[in-house]
């Protein structure tokens, strides 16, 4: 059967592959190629500068030749790369085979001359780590990092909007002091804050130093040369990453795990966001916009689902069941290497494409909301045994005896009303000024500082 949308194994590259282009030239095989064959040039290049004495530096035109056939890597270089790899059964040898037919078609004869510099005392793992290390560099700064400081935006202006709008709290599903809608909502902002960060901040490690790390082959070949400074200022000056001296034939991947477990954490502030805006639609909290012509259920023609919230959080699920593995597995390596990870690191693009499906079905959930004023109130307004907290605090402040029993007795397992609560009020021995001002306390202004702080988020 033709591989097409529908015949699609996995759903990323079917039923959402419209949602995935952000994200597919850059943690595809595509992209693992591409990157493998800037990493070769980048390597090769620098070699030419290097003043080693069979190497001279290269002619300006050919340097600009090389990358800019780094630039235009198409699809049709790599088919060409992997028909060779049919041959090679080795896929980093495949790129180097490529790379020197490409010197081969080229007008710079200096290019074929030096063409046994291409891969030059480098292991495949010099070559894939860092291209590993490229392909999450981008993912994370061009796609990962943005798509989610839109849903932090989009957040933080429903938290300044809905700031002063107050909104019963259920600790334990049970009614309990109110808040505001805008500080629920600030809440996440403030955690997912800090969660950018941590992302963010992930130095992404990498290594060229041969088959187990200890720069052997270089050494053969060229005794003086400072190949470990050599080897610094190619992760770092020419790739944008940070030198790892210490390794194995791979870099150890624990910079991985940790980028891995930084996006798991986002994550699961992201699944209870929206599990809480599920439940806040379910009791009318919150509704959403209708679109014309869809549908809610095959039989139930009023309903308009959350379905947003719930395939973010289904998603959200898949992508930390692959993001867990990913950081558990990938540190470990038998010896100096072996190769389960080759097959684990293919799944990065499934891991941060169930990321992006996340935030895209969460975006959209949020463009739909509006909060639901009258409801929150009604609610408010049927839970003023609420008050029984400030009620008993002051008698605290004063003196009076046992406040917390009276308000226990008072108020638990029962109906509380308006009137009930005021009338308690007015028979307590409080200072006149005290009493008049809890009898003006209503559940919808007993917020704390809660607009002040979701407008300052």
């Known amino acids: 059967m033709e591989l097409s949308a529908l015949t699609a194994l996995s759903p990323l590259d079917g039923r959402y592959a419209s949602r995935m282009g952000a994200l597919r030239g850059l943690l595809s095989e595509f992209g693992l190629v591409h990157r493998r064959v800037q990493v070769e040039v980048e390597w090769f290049i620098a070699l030419s500068d290097a003043g080693l004495p069979e190497f001279p530096p290269l002619s300006a035109a050919a340097r600009d030749w090389l990358q800019q056939r780094v630039a235009a890597f198409a699809p049709a270089d ?23 037919q490409q010197f081969a078609a080229s007008p710079f004869p200096e290019l074929t001359a030096k063409g046994e510099f291409v891969h030059f005392a480098c292991t495949s793992e010099d070559i894939n780590n860092t291209s590993h290390g490229l392909m999450l560099k981008a993912a994370r700064q061009d796609v990962m990092l943005p798509s989610l400081d839109g849903i932090v935006a989009v957040l933080t202006a429903m938290a300044h909007q809905l700031a002063g709008l107050p909104m019963l709290s259920r600790t334990h599903g049970q009614t309990a002091s109110p808040t505001t809608v805008g500080k629920e909502i600030a809440n996440v902002v403030a955690r997912l804050q800090r969660g950018r960060e941590r992302i963010a901040g992930v130095a992404l490690l990498a290594k060229m130093n041969g088959a187990v790390g200890n720069y052997n082959a270089h050494l053969s070949a060229y005794p003086d040369v400072d190949w470990e400074a050599f080897s610094r200022g190619v992760i770092e000056q020419r790739l944008g990453l940070c030198f790892n001296p210490y390794t194995i034939q791979i870099e150890p991947h624990d910079y991985m795990a940790e980028l891995f477990d930084a996006f798991t954490r986002v994550n699961t502030i992201l699944i209870d966001l929206s599990r809480d805006i599920w439940g806040y639609i379910s009791v009318g909290y919150f509704k959403q916009k209708t679109k014309e012509g869809e549908v809610g259920s095959s039989t139930m023609p009023h309903k308009v689902n959350p379905i947003d919230f719930e395939n973010a959080e289904g998603n959200f699920g898949l992508a930390n069941a692959v993001l867990t593995h990913l950081a558990q597995k990938l540190p470990i390596s038998r010896w100096q290497r072996d190769l389960t990870d080759s097959t684990v690191l293919r799944n990065m693009g499934v891991a941060l494409g169930y990321t992006l ?55 638990r397992g029962k109906v509380i009303t308006q009137q009930l609560m005021q009338d308690f009020i007015q028979s307590l021995a409080l200072p006149e000024a005290e009493k008049q001002r809890l009898l003006a306390l209503t559940p919808g202004h007993y917020t704390g500082i809660a607009a002040q702080l979701a407008a300052r988020v």
Request: glycine content about 6%.
């Open 78 to 100: 790599a088919q060409a790369i992997k028909d060779i790899e049919r041959t090679t059964n080795h896929d980093v040898k495949a790129v180097e085979y490529w790379i020197k």
């Open 357 to 411: 499906l996340g935030y895209d079905s969460l975006a959209k959930g949020l463009g739909k909301l509006e909060a639901h004023p009258a409801n929150l109130a009604a609610d408010l307004d049927a839970a003023w045994e609420v008050l029984a907290e400030p009620v008993q605090t002051v008698m605290r402040r004063f003196g009076l005896p046992e406040p917390y029993e009276q308000l226990k007795a008072f108020t």
